[in-house]
């Protein structure tokens, strides 16, 4: 009976993990670059379940227990855990802007950008010109270069190549420095659409095609993301239900064994 609440319990937390996930998936539907968080759900661990019995003594009206042997009869469930909620880095859909400041990735990459607390990555391309010249996000996190080093743009329009290569009238001034990974799982988001790579390998330069005047659009599909919502909530409801249940057959036991004379 109490097992019944463990598994029960276990699956609302499940569907509570799923509700949180989707949400977030969910505000961030118009976030440029964003990529949506699946979960994955596993079985908790099993126990296996036996059945002891001792044998009768060998001599006959010797009292003495014999030996004593077990057999495996099955194992039982504790419901399910959440095993990880790992990012979809699949390609987002293009959205033309026509501003030379958004930049699009075609294919695998990350801009790489500067913080304090170290180089981070993103899909996000909205980039602004900052008072001191310099190409930033949104959050003023400078865009690198190849060398490293801050892209400064002067006064005045410019271009960038499908190789991420800067030009202001016609001559090249940086190459934007765009990295890819060979193990994506080893990226963590940490919000602003940044993400830090948590691997021991570092990171490599990609050759991902650089598209000036498009942004790319979030990998989130709200028809799906409503239906793994809504679908969520029932399990969780399921749950909760199941949860009432064995607290009331509970409830009862201890009646009866209380009523006991």
């Known amino acids: 009976m109490i097992r019944g609440l463990y598994s029960a319990a276990s699956g609302m937390l499940v569907a ?11 505000a961030n539907v118009d976030t440029s670059g964003f990529k949506r968080a699946v979960l994955q759900v596993e079985s908790a661990p099993t126990l296996d379940l036996y059945r002891f019995q001792t044998e009768p003594g060998s001599v006959p009206g010797n009292g003495a227990p014999g030996a004593r042997t077990s057999a ?25 802007t026509g501003d030379a400041l958004d930049l699009a990735l075609v294919g ?20 602004v010109r900052s008072a001191q010249g310099e190409l930033v996000t949104h959050a003023g996190q400078p865009v690198l270069s190849t060398t490293g080093a801050p892209i400064v743009l002067a006064q005045g329009p410019f271009s960038v ?8 009238n016609g001559a090249a001034v940086a190459q934007l420095s765009i990295a890819r990974f060979s193990n994506l799982r080893n990226l963590r988001p940490q919000g602003d659409s940044l993400f830090v790579d948590e691997g021991a390998g570092a990171a490599q330069d990609a050759t991902s095609s650089v598209q000036q005047g498009y942004l790319e659009k979030s990998t989130v599909n709200v028809v799906r993301s409503m239906v793994d919502l809504i679908s969520a909530q029932r399990f969780f409801d399921a749950n909760s239900k199941a949860v009432t249940l064995e607290d009331q057959a509970l409830g009862l ?3 009866s064994v209380g009523s006991v004379h």
């Open 16 to 26: 509570q993990s799923q509700v949180d996930a989707t949400a977030n998936n969910l």
């Open 161 to 168: 190549d499908n190789d991420g290569t800067v030009r202001q």
């Open 253 to 255: 036991a201890v009646q």
């Open 72 to 96: 495996h009869v099955g194992t039982l469930g504790l419901g399910a855990q959440v095993y990880d909620t790992p990012t979809s880095f699949e390609q987002g859909a293009l959205q033309k």
């Open 108 to 127: 695998p990459g990350f801009f790489r950008v500067a913080t304090p607390a170290g180089v981070r990555y993103t899909r996000d391309g909205g980039f």
